[in-house]
């Protein structure tokens, strides 16, 4: 094994230098880490690294959100971080550290950049070079879930109007700031109208202040396809969390350097840096894990400090490197002059800085210095809301589960001014008029809905009603009209 080269200490810089969290991390993270550090301070960068604790060993000794307890005030005092790749010890009960820093720092934009190495880093897309920006903080990820009934659980898929407008924004900003030419959004929204259909209603109208951008819509599905057959068809991609998370890693294999691309996680006051690879047990302590990938996180940090000619410099020995050949063996091809391991390759880059490369672009100073303008979401109109009516569901399996039968109880129960309207069984229509080929689980949705306006008290009389007839009642999802239009789905089959 190969012994490191000591890490950048604290004690060693200056007070003056902006402080900066540093989060050394598992498996090859303190190694990627070691190396990046160790070129930031040879090129020169402002930054004091201050350590802060997280990851395995938190989770071990019995931490289940993976922090040192002083951690959240060490991060709130700098504002920024660095971090190496955590492991998420297996099994549960341990919380996802990404998934908690993210929500809990408001870092509500994830930001990928995917770029070929043509052709001294092996890839069938030479001239891939396109950027994600993935909503951060919503959809499935809010974490919600319930086991509702024997046979069914539910995970809260949450899309809020602030949250597309903000991440579609920092996405045409991102464009204009970065010289980008086309913003294209990737949503599922001919399935999901309302959730997936906002954040499309939102890009359409944020496009439009945004001439100078070419917008266009592809759903997530063919787009996702498209990518992985066509990258260099795209230039920055929106989308909501989930697809994000796909994307993104289905956009790094094909660029051919997992272990060379950098991600940044923005938000308003507090922004993290880190590579987009794990933390690669089977690599540690070997000194032979790429470093590429965090050195690329860290000088997007760098440029986010305003430090756009350090920044510039180290991304530009970072190139010279790989064009000269200096390869780690995860990026070894027919244009490999040496194998390196982790602190030789990050030699390398330290003799190459003040370089620029002969044949990949460039990177200046000047390209990266505009300033991305942050506006707050707007803050809608007054809207009219009405309550209309509740959709109660049911944990019910009897009588040989005929949706007939729930219907005769349910019109018992029902009050005269909110009918009983239909009944879905995994949002499929089953009554009235449903067939019987139709799978039924114990899961039923029963809509009770007025022409007119009601009352909450009408909709808790209704339910003792319900209550009376001894059925399982799991939960209620109440229908408001805004403005005059419904707030809910149809069920399909209507
Ligand atoms: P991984 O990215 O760690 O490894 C996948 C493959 O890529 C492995 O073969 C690995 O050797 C290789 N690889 C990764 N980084 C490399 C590098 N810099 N240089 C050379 N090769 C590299 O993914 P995994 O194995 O699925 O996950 C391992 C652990 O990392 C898990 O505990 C997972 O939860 C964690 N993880 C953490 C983060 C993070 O902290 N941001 C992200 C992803 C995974």
């Known amino acids: 094994m190969t012994a490191l080269k000591e890490p950048v200490q604290t004690a060693d810089i200056q007070t003056a230098l902006v402080p900066v969290s540093v989060v050394y991390g598992d498996g090859i993270g303190p190694e990627i880490m070691g190396a990046t550090l160790r070129i930031l301070a040879a090129a020169g960068a402002q930054i004091a690294p201050q350590e802060v604790r997280m990851g395995e060993a938190l989770y071990k000794a019995g931490h289940t959100s993976g922090f040192a307890p002083d951690a959240w005030d060490m991060l709130r005092q700098t504002g920024i971080m660095l971090k190496a790749p955590i492991t998420t010890p297996q099994g549960g009960g341990y919380k996802s550290l990404n998934v908690t820093l993210r929500k809990t720092l408001g870092l509500y934009a994830n930001v990928r950049p995917c770029r070929a190495y043509a052709p001294?880093?092996?890839?069938?897309?030479?001239?891939?070079?396109?950027?994600?920006?993935?909503?951060?903080?919503?959809?499935?990820?809010?974490?919600?879930?319930h086991r509702q009934t024997r046979e069914v659980m539910q995970c809260l898929k949450l899309i809020t109007r602030p949250g597309c407008e903000k991440i579609v924004r920092?996405?045409?900003?991102?464009?204009?700031?970065?010289?980008?030419?086309?913003?294209?959004?990737?949503?599922?929204?001919?399935?999901?109208?309302?959730?997936?259909?906002?954040?499309?209603?939102?890009?359409?109208?944020?496009?439009a202040e945004y001439p100078d951008i070419k917008a266009e819509h592809q759903i997530i599905d063919i787009g996702t396809a498209r990518v992985a057959a066509r990258p260099e068809a795209y230039d920055v991609i929106v989308t909501l969390n989930l697809y994000g998370d796909i994307i993104?890693?289905?956009?790094?294999?094909?660029?051919?350097?997992?272990?060379?691309?950098?991600?940044?996680?923005?938000?308003?006051?507090?922004?993290?840096?880190?590579?987009?690879?794990?933390?690669?047990?089977?690599?540690?302590g070997q000194d032979a894990a790429n470093p590429g990938g965090l050195i690329s996180a860290a000088a997007l940090m760098?440029?986010?400090?305003?430090?756009?000619?350090?920044?510039a410099k180290v991304q530009n020995a970072l190139l010279c490197a790989l064009e000269d050949g200096m390869h780690t063996q995860d990026i070894a091809g027919p244009h490999t002059k040496e194998v390196l391991g982790t602190q030789a390759f990050a030699d390398a880059v330290i003799e190459r800085l003040g370089r620029v490369?002969?044949?990949?672009?460039?990177?200046?100073?000047?390209?990266?210095?505009?300033?991305m303008p942050v506006r707050q979401p707007t803050t809608p109109a007054y809207i009219d809301k009405q309550l209309v009516g509740t959709d109660v569901f049911f944990e019910w399996t009897d009588s040989g589960r005929d949706p007939d039968v729930l219907a005769a109880i349910?019109?018992?129960?029902?009050?005269?001014?909110i009918p009983l309207k239909m009944i879905t069984n995994r949002g499929v229509k089953v009554w009235p008029g449903g067939l019987p080929e139709t799978f039924k689980s114990d899961h039923w949705r029963c809509r009770f809905q007025s022409d007119t306006p009601v009352k909450h008290g009408d909709l808790l009389a209704?339910?003792?009603?319900?209550?009376?007839?001894?059925?399982?009642?799991?939960?209620?999802?109440?229908?408001?009209?805004?403005?005059?239009?419904p707030g809910y789905s149809l069920g399909q089959g209507q």
């Open 120 to 145: 001294y880093v092996p890839t069938h897309h030479p001239d891939m070079n396109l950027v994600i920006i993935r909503e951060n903080e919503e959809d499935l990820y809010a974490g919600i879930e």
């Open 248 to 284: 993104s890693d289905v956009a790094a294999e094909v660029a051919g350097s997992v272990g060379l691309a950098g991600s940044a996680n923005i938000g308003d006051t507090f922004a993290m840096f880190e590579a987009i690879h794990g933390s690669a047990p089977d690599l540690a």
């Open 357 to 371: 490369p002969q044949h990949l672009p460039a990177v200046t100073a000047e390209a990266q210095a505009k300033e």
């Open 462 to 485: 209704l339910l003792i009603r319900v209550h009376d007839k001894g059925l399982d009642f799991i939960k209620t999802e109440h229908l408001y009209t805004f403005d005059g239009e």
């Open 170 to 207: 920092y996405a045409f900003e991102y464009a204009r700031a970065n010289g980008r030419k086309k913003v294209t959004a990737l949503t599922k929204d001919n399935i999901m109208k309302m959730c997936d259909g906002l954040f499309h209603t939102v890009f359409d109208e944020i496009s």
């Open 410 to 417: 349910l019109q018992e129960a029902q009050l005269r001014n």
């Open 302 to 311: 760098l440029g986010h400090l305003g430090q756009h000619e350090v920044a």
